[in-house]
């Protein structure tokens, strides 16, 4: 009822088709992260979206917390059975099965109005890493500072989070215009890299390389491949729309969406190894981080007052599009980064751009499996439970790791 | 009776409104952005309100300005007094854009929900709420002659959209549908029986504007229609204003690039002609106001560096650009009230600011700039209306204000060294015509040589080592704030009061609040030493201290303490700096080598000029009509009265006087000065012509009015002088101003008076004595 394509029974039948044949020829992907882990935005440093874990096949909560400021537009992360929430000017630790409060830190956040969904906390051997003002490394048992690092530029993060990998945070500093590798124990700069236009992404890490975006009202943007050791260009791709988000990287690929401020936006297959665009497809605007699950991208899109909004599953490696919701459902929203787990894919809704509403999909069909009138902002899910964000508070469903 | 005819049509065009009104989008139908009224000149709010959050601009009609919130709430508040007097709720949603209008019995307004709806002007009952589109609304309303139009706005992309016009009550006269990007901020503007708008796509429309007949399009790009097209002109995303004969408005194609125009249009064919111009200013959304040959304009996107420009409306070349650290994305406000044109703009960021240019032919003079308290993002511009301007802000999501500012100056209140930022030592209040005493305080240590500074009904008094917070009317005590003093010097300060704090200098600079003494931030003089004789000198958001014989002069952030710049000066630096516009003035002297005094850069310390002096400039300039004026001391007989060109120190008169580091006080054209060290030289006080410096009056020796410590104050007519006697006051004197004779005099007190509210304050023998108003002895004495 809520996928357009499959609409008729024909269709429905080639997805299935397709589907299969994409997946046996895709091998699975092989985490290194705990399936009861969700350690950074869109889970890994490739920005995946997707978690070995089981995920909750109704929506009974096991906890809701208080209305504690929690991001809209953010995710959280979770790792050592703790829950970390962007609460706009201060990061707070929720204990997993309980959602207890555990210790809050406070942060200077970016004050700039375009600041609109914040970072993603990152999580990475006992660290906790933000990026407001400052990037700030966090000790996760208490939330002491570590370390922090100020942005030569001056400028603050917007809506760009820190990436954890092979020891290093990567940053972006907007409208300072730069990305910077820092060493994740002392926080020092190891390299930074100019763009041109707003370095807006939390980047991503995969390969050798590290994979951001710059880009400017009505100059659309650039796409780099940057080494991760030398922080030397690689390859860059000037794209028109505007990339807005991040990239989500399989072995070889990098996938990512553009903005369009003025009508549909896109989604685009870009080689890894040089950069060369190899599909490109409409879709509704966004700046969605693409979900890669068994040689399937899940994304969404739409801006409230703007366009419609859908979401959307194409074959990851040709672009052909798989499923897609109706319109008329208005699933899916543009700061919204689906997550994918146990064969459903989890996705938010807005009215007005707040959210008000968290949906499971069958990943296969774009069917409603369960949703849930509360929460939809990009999703998490981590030892069988989902989290998501929703008028100031964290929505944990399923039975948790310590259920029988 | 042209200029009645014209007066005519336009209160027919614009409605029941006057000329001080600015009942919707850049003031009138022909969106000049240019009002005859004055607008302040020493900004202070007068009030402010909270509002949901503030995207537009405020209109301001018939006594009450009425502002559109985020939520889609209109309310409506008194423009004198900032109360609220009516609030009408409309569906909207978080970010409105579009700037209602007034007719002066009703107005208009639409919401990014799509909602167009009308109220009674003065009471907000609503007459008409009509749901109109699902692409929401984010231009400015225009309201001309019993109809408003209005365009839908970017929402769903490319697609048939809608010009409306509706009558009155809501009902529509006439749509035009295209196929279009859509109209945000495209408001129209009318010439003869036409209406002008622009598209988002970079396409111009002339429409009959009584049926909505297409009389002309023009694309920016079509060279085969105007020799000055682009082959890029990017999206229309600002208004079109009319003035002579040709449209402006400007477009840009991306956060770097974009462009002002003028296009001629014929008023009798509604066509767009081959004359006029394209600039390429960098991106703009800024709609052009236009006085006389010069074409202002705001540039710059959010996130980028910005710039208020002015250009030859002849040629689109560029005459000046006033750089700013964000983009002006509103349109500027001009007042012709003075001799050059003031032009007011808002910077878009978050903690956004308001300018005030003053345009100075080759360049732009920063008068004033005035960071309202809250941090707010300001995306609107602002309205002139009375004297007093209007803008809002948005805090976050949920929280906003509306500001209104009128003129420091005309507020009842003495708040600096010598009633102002220039230290002019006048004031426009009343004063007492009688030595009778509204009250005596008691002996609260009150430093011999001070003055004091009032407002809020404050009075703020230096007590050596506490600084005392009396009652203005009733002279209680209401708070003390202990602090260092050390020991050494002759006058001491005098508190400054600037937008709800006091400020002084001894061993740091002291940032008090004014309501309850605690204090807000401290700085420490870097150097270590104390100010001597020296007190902050308070503009445009900027504090200007001293510490002595540290040599330097230090700029700090009125808001945090943080240090802007120091300069460092020959000597001791003792000065109250006195800051007029963007140029602050103080000196520095040295025993048996006279002294320098030096003019520098408000903004960022740097020095524009400096002259030697043979005598010491100990003292404090006061500076009006681009003069400088100020004493030099003399330790072995007369000082000097300098008067010097504020543009490039050149000495326009020298006037012998007693030797003094008394301030000038300036009023009508003449200038008033005390002098003489009792025991060592004759105690006087003097009147010059400022003009020329030819004395006009002089008090007689024998009478022994006057001192080097005291600074004169000016009100109603009356000069008010003190009498030394030794270190201490031995009497005050009210001169008449114009021949220099005693009109009531008090034989204590004399310390330099200040007038506030209708009252002279003045000090000694530690008491703080308060003439005028009703007699009453609240110093419990």
């Not at chain 1, 429905?12 to 092989?30: D, G, K, R, S, Y």
């Not at chain 1, 200077?108 to 914040?118: I, K, L, M, N």
């Not at chain 1, 060493?183 to 763009?195: I, S």
């Not at chain 1, 929203?333 to 069958?362: I, K």
Request: hydrophobic letters at 35%; proline letters at 4%; glycine letters at 12%.
């Amino acid at each position: 009822m809520n996928t357009a394509n499959a609409a008729n029974a024909a269709n429905a039948f080639l997805a299935w088709v397709i589907v299969a044949l994409v997946m046996a020829f895709i091998p699975v992907c092989i985490s290194t992260e705990s399936e009861g882990d969700w350690p950074q935005f869109h889970m890994d440093p490739q920005h995946k979206g997707a978690s070995l874990s089981s995920a909750p096949n109704s929506n009974q909560t096991a906890w809701i917390s208080e209305n504690i400021g929690a991001q809209e537009g953010s995710s959280v992360s979770v790792a050592e059975g703790r829950v970390f929430v962007n609460c706009i000017d201060r990061l707070v630790c929720l204990d997993q099965s309980s959602g207890q409060v555990l210790w809050n830190a406070s942060f200077r956040a970016t004050p700039d109005t375009c600041q609109v969904w914040g970072f993603s906390p990152a999580y990475d051997d006992g660290k906790v890493f933000l990026s407001g003002s400052c990037t700030v490394c966090l000790n996760a048992s208490d939330g002491r500072e570590l370390w922090s690092f100020a942005p030569p530029t001056g400028r603050g993060s917007v809506d760009g989070g820190p990436a954890v990998a092979e020891g290093r945070v990567v940053v972006s500093d907007w409208d300072g215009h730069h990305y910077y590798c820092l060493d994740e124990e002392t926080g020092k700069e190891l390299w930074n890299f100019p763009v041109e236009g707003n370095a807006q992404s939390t980047p991503a890490v995969g390969g050798g390389k590290v994979i951001f975006a710059g880009w400017e009202w009505g100059l659309g943007g650039k796409i780099y491949g940057v080494g991760l050791d030398s922080g030397s260009e690689i390859w860059n791709l000037s794209t028109k729309n505007s990339p807005c988000g991040s990239v989500a990287l399989s072995q070889d690929v990098a996938y990512l969406t553009a903005y369009s401020f003025e009508g549909d936006g896109d989604v685009m297959a870009v080689s890894l190894e040089n950069g060369s665009l190899l599909w490109q497809e409409s879709i509704i605007r966004t700046d969605s981080t693409p979900v890669l699950a068994g040689g399937l991208l899940y994304v969404c899109g739409g801006t409230d007052g703007f366009s419609d909004k859908a979401t959307y599953c194409f074959d990851a490696k040709t672009g052909d599009l798989i499923w897609k919701t109706l319109e008329d459902d208005g699933i899916g929203e543009w700061r919204c980064s689906p997550a994918y787990a146990d064969g459903l894919l989890f996705v938010g809704q807005t009215e007005n751009m707040n959210y008000t509403a968290l949906h499971a999909l069958n990943a296969s069909t774009g069917e409603m499996v369960w949703s849930y009138p509360a929460g939809g902002s990009s999703p998490a899910v981590a030892g069988s439970m989902v989290f998501t964000i929703g008028s100031g508070k964290v929505y944990a469903f399923g039975q948790g790791r310590n259920a029988p | 009776m042209k200029a009645i005819l014209i007066l005519l049509s336009f209160i027919f065009l614009f409605g029941n409104v006057s000329a001080s009104d600015w009942p919707q989008f850049q003031k009138d139908g022909f969106h000049s952005g240019v009002s005859p009224d004055q607008i302040p000149y020493h900004p202070l709010i007068l009030w402010s309100a909270d509002v949901q959050r503030v995207d537009a601009t405020p209109i301001v009609s018939s006594g009450l300005v009425y502002v559109l919130a985020g939520n889609g709430s209109l309310s409506a508040f008194d423009k004198q007094s900032g109360g609220l007097v009516w609030l009408s709720r409309m569906d909207g949603w978080v970010f409105q854009t579009s700037t209602p209008a007034s007719s002066g019995k009703a107005v208009f307004a639409a919401t990014d929900s799509g909602i167009l709806a009308a109220f009674i002007a003065q009471t907000g009952e609503e007459l008409c709420n009509r749901s109109l589109t699902d692409k929401r609304f984010e231009a400015p309303l225009t309201y001309l002659d019993g109809r408003i139009y209005l365009g839908e706005g970017s929402a769903y992309g490319t697609g048939e959209k809608k010009y409306i016009c509706l009558f009155e009550n809501g009902t529509e006269c006439w749509n035009l549908t295209t196929q279009t990007k859509g109209y945000m901020w495209c408001g129209a503007c009318t010439s003869g029986e036409y209406l002008i708008f622009g598209q988002n796509d970079g396409k111009l429309l002339s429409l009959n504007r009584s049926r909505g007949e297409v009389a002309d399009e023009l694309n920016l790009n079509d060279s085969t229609r105007i020799s000055f097209s682009r082959p890029n002109p990017g999206r229309i995303r600002a208004s079109v204003a009319y003035a002579g004969d040709g449209i402006y408005t400007t477009s840009e194609s991306s956060a770097q690039e974009g462009f002002a125009w003028k296009i001629g249009f014929d008023g009798k064919t509604g066509r767009f002609e081959n004359r006029g111009w394209s600039a390429p200013v960098g991106f703009s959304t800024s709609t052009p106001a236009v006085v006389g040959d010069r074409v202002y304009l705001g540039v710059g996107e959010h996130g980028h560096p910005g710039a208020l420009a002015c250009l030859n409306d002849s040629s689109g070349e560029m005459i000046w650009s006033y750089p700013v650290d964000a983009g002006v994305k509103s349109s500027p406000a001009i007042s012709i009230a003075s001799k050059m044109p003031r032009i007011l703009f808002t910077t878009s960021q978050v903690n956004g600011s308001v300018y005030c240019l003053e345009d100075r032919g080759a360049k732009a003079e920063l008068l004033w700039k005035l960071d309202p308290p809250d941090n707010g993002y300001i995306l609107g511009g602002v309205a002139i209306s009375n004297g007093r301007i209007y803008f809002g802000t948005e805090g976050d999501q949920h929280y906003g204000k509306l500001y209104c500012l009128g003129d420091g100056a005309g507020v009842e209140g003495w708040p600096q060294f010598h009633s102002n930022a220039e230290h002019t030592g006048f004031s426009d209040s009343q004063a007492p015509l009688s030595n009778n005493f509204a009250w005596i305080s008691r002996n609260i240590g009150a430093q011999p040589g001070s003055s004091v500074s009032v407002a809020e009904g404050k009075a703020f008094i230096n007590c050596v080592n506490n600084l005392t917070c009396l009652d203005q009317q009733s002279g209680e005590v209401l708070w003390i704030f202990p602090f260092n003093a050390s020991g050494d010097f002759a006058f001491g300060f005098t508190p400054v009061y600037s937008r709800e704090r006091v400020f002084f200098i001894s061993d740091r600079t002291y940032c008090l609040n004014a309501s309850d003494g605690e204090k807000v931030w401290s700085y420490a003089l870097p150097t270590g030493r104390f100010a001597v004789d020296a007190s902050p000198g308070i503009a445009d958001g900027r504090i200007v201290v001293s510490d002595w014989d540290g040599h330097h002069y230090y700029c700090l952030d009125e808001v945090t303490g943080k240090e802007l710049w120091n300069f460092t000066v020959d000597g001791n630096a003792q000065s109250t700096p006195a800051i007029a516009g963007s140029r602050v003035v103080f000196a520095a002297w040295d025993w048996g080598l006279g002294g320098k005094i030096y003019c520098a850069h408000l903004g960022n310390g740097s020095e524009i000029w400096n002259i030697s002096t043979e005598n010491s400039p100990c003292g404090s300039a006061a500076i009006q009509d681009e003069t400088v004026y100020m004493a030099t001391y003399n330790f072995n007989g007369d000082g000097d009265l300098l008067a010097l060109s504020l543009a490039n120190g050149s000495v326009l008169w020298k006037a012998q006087v007693s030797p003094t580091d008394s301030t000038p006080a300036l009023a009508g054209g003449r200038v008033y000065l005390c002098g003489g060290c009792q025991g060592f030289s004759e105690l006087l006080t003097y009147c010059f012509a400022a003009s020329s410096g030819e004395l006009i009056w002089r008090t007689p020796a024998k009478e022994r009015i006057g001192d080097w410590r005291c600074s004169p104050a000016y009100a109603d007519g009356l000069l008010f002088a003190g009498r030394a006697n030794f270190t201490e006051y031995g009497g005050i004197f009210a001169l008449n101003a114009s021949n220099g004779e005693t009109a009531w005099s008090y034989p204590e007190g004399g310390s330099s008076p200040a007038v506030a509210g209708g009252m002279v304050f003045t000090i000694g023998q530690g008491r703080v004595y308060a003439f005028g108003n009703s007699r009453q002895e609240g110093g419990l004495e």
